[in-house]
């Protein structure tokens, strides 16, 4: 049965991220007349590049895992498959002052810091989450009581309380045991077997590649990109949504998807839908700062060094380069995360601050790298990063259908238990633009 067509509805879409610019594509093969607003003056949100060194790069890292099918079809349609490559991933733990490899199971039963007990009850955890697709027992509980109760006290403590805790700070306590599962069960599954190290894929020249190409097949399909335009409201009547308002004008809709950020949308809201708002509130988003670093040899042969040390605000080393050789030919590039609440210190520092205090904690990992081996550096910023997401989160997800008719949300949130990532937004575009 023929999708109906949308020809001679006027749509806006509100954000110029991955979701956004997928949403805006795909209504315009749906014959819809559509304008993206993006508040910035690039496209990307989150997968945004900008310029260091003379070259356009991605400001956060990201990676392409087996099993994400929305992405890859997206790929394949932008006739981008040629561009994509697989390459295995090592990665390495630093606990308690000494770096250790960590990406076999092997390397897991070798590994020092846990007697061969726990690190066998460690590796067979890791092998029932490649398995498990059930998560909904394990709702009502926090990672932290689930991880104890299956891995021990001594594995929880070493691997995983530091890593929740670089990750979510004062919250780390209060992340759901699904959340957890669903990133070890993401990983696991780009393994071709669990004795394999995962390998993961990336587009030759990041994921502005597939940004650009999804901006033109809008716009040659008479679909309008509008940067530096922010939605500063929504306007309704009877129940309905009717205009986007902006800085200039207010622009008629017939329907409107939001890809914002959750918090950015609520602020749209008028007061008739007060309600709405008001159910949207109470979810809670860390921030990133994230130094991208130019290095003119490459730092290690790892992809993702984990960081458990408290002296040290990163949650990791992400080498970008030893997963995409074109990153950075002859040198490296390498990305340092620091998820924090927005009122955290680190959140609040001067980006000179922030970039010395990340370059000190860079050399505290690997003592061989010299100050002088940066040759560039990028420190990136963006508010709503990460959702904090408790014990029952499933229970509180907003609707991809606003009780508004016309008005669509959707929210990395509604990924859950999955965590935020560019397949899950498009095959979440997908399900609702094929269902209007």
Not at 22 to 34: E, N
Not at 143 to 166: F, H, K, N, S
Not at 222 to 233: E, N, Q, V
């Amino acid at each position: 049965m023929a999708t109906p067509s949308l020809r001679g509805r006027s749509a806006v879409v509100l954000g110029g991220g991955i979701a956004g610019l997928t949403a805006a594509y795909s209504l315009t093969r749906r014959g819809a007349r559509v304008t993206l607003l993006e508040r910035r003056t690039v496209l990307g949100g989150l997968a945004r590049s900008e310029p260091l060194a003379g070259k356009l790069r991605e400001v956060y890292y990201h990676f392409i895992c087996a099993e994400d099918y929305s992405l890859l079809r997206l790929i394949e349609e932008m006739g981008l498959s040629a561009a994509l490559e697989w390459t295995p991933a090592r990665t390495s733990y630093y606990v308690e002052g000494r770096l250790y490899p960590f990406t076999t199971p092997l390397d897991i039963l070798r590994f020092p810091p846990l007697s061969l007990r726990d690190r066998l009850r460690f590796g067979l955890h890791a092998a029932r989450c490649r398995r498990m697709k059930d998560w909904v027992a394990l709702e009502e509980l926090t990672a932290e009581a689930w991880l104890r109760r299956e891995v021990g006290d001594r594995a929880c403590e070493v691997i995983w309380q530091p890593l929740l805790r670089t990750k979510f700070g004062r919250y780390a306590g209060e992340i759901s045991a699904p959340w957890i599962w669903h990133r070890i069960h993401r990983a696991s599954r780009s393994r071709a077997s669990l004795l394999r190290p995962e390998s993961f894929g990336c587009l030759a020249e990041g994921t502005g590649m597939l940004l650009e190409a999804l901006a033109d097949r809008i716009e040659d399909a008479g679909g309008k990109i509008r940067l530096s335009t922010p939605a500063t409201g929504l306007a309704l009547r009877g129940g309905k949504v009717v205009a986007v308002q902006t800085p200039e004008e207010d622009l008629p809709a017939d329907l409107v998807i939001s890809a914002l950020p959750l918090p950015e949308f609520v602020k749209l809201l008028p007061e008739e839908a007060a309600g709405f708002r008001e159910s949207l509130a109470g979810i809670d988003f860390l921030g990133i700062s994230c130094l991208l670093a130019l290095v003119n040899r490459p730092l290690t042969d790892q992809y993702w060094i984990n960081i458990a040390d408290e002296r040290v605000p990163a949650s990791g080393i992400i080498e970008y380069s030893n997963l995409n050789r074109h990153a950075a030919p002859g040198g490296g590039l390498a990305y340092l995360p620091v998820y924090t609440p927005h009122d955290d210190p680190h959140y609040l520092m001067p980006p000179e601050d922030l970039t010395r205090e990340l370059e000190t904690g860079l050399r505290m990992v690997l003592p061989d790298v010299q100050l002088e081996q940066i040759t560039a550096t990028l420190l990136s910023r963006d508010d709503y990063a990460q959702a904090v997401t408790p014990p029952g989160f499933s229970r509180r997800l907003p609707p991809i259908q606003a009780p508004v008719e016309g008005l669509y949300l959707l929210d990395s949130t509604q990924l859950y238990p999955s965590d935020r990532c560019l397949s899950g937004m498009i095959g979440l575009v997908r399900g609702l633009v094929e269902g209007l």
